[in-house]
């Protein structure tokens, strides 16, 4: 299990690697619209990224972004890289926005105010946290899927091409 978790932290710092060294235009030009596929696959790639990166699945994201995007034949970076959602600034208000989302849904709701956010924590109210962080993941993946899709019209190669052509 170790070995897996170097592993997968060894695949997020070669990603942010890559992606520091195309830098933000020109890794969106050449591994989001100059990919193949069409835009609802890409789409679906996105939101399938965001779903796994919110979810309670810690320490899988990137096993499981990877094998869901070829079981589904979708876009493999585009997945990967959305899925990276969770990296080490982000987390904490990742889990507090999961436990806020979790508390309508649960009897028992904790106060979370001057809270420290540790182990006696979370396991005193894990059930808050995976319900809320499964309804995070599913509204923010259709919010992301949505959105992209549209953005992804709006900007495609082609789509400019045959207003060219017209």
């Known amino acids: 299990m170790k070995k897996f978790i170097q592993n997968t932290l060894q695949s997020q710092k070669v990603f942010y690697r890559y992606f520091r060294r195309k830098g933000l235009k020109r890794f969106f030009k050449e591994n989001i619209l100059e990919t193949d596929g069409s835009n609802h696959s890409k789409a679906k790639s996105i939101a399938l990224g965001v779903f796994i990166g919110l979810s309670p699945f810690w320490g899988f ?49 904790s106060n979370l105010e001057n809270q420290s956010f540790d182990y006696d924590f979370i396991k005193n109210n894990i059930t808050q946290y995976i319900i809320g ?34």
């Open 133 to 166: 962080s499964l309804i995070l993941s599913v509204s923010c993946a259709l919010l992301m899927g949505f959105l992209s899709y549209f953005i992804l019209e709006k900007f495609s190669p082609s789509r400019k091409k045959m207003v060219r052509d017209h």
């Open 61 to 109: 994201h990137s096993f499981l972004a990877i094998t869901l995007s070829v079981y589904f034949k979708l876009n493999k970076v585009l997945t990967f890289m959305t899925s990276q959602i969770t990296f080490p600034p982000l987390i904490p208000m990742i889990i507090w926005l999961s436990m806020i989302v979790g508390a309508p849904f649960v009897g028992h709701t």
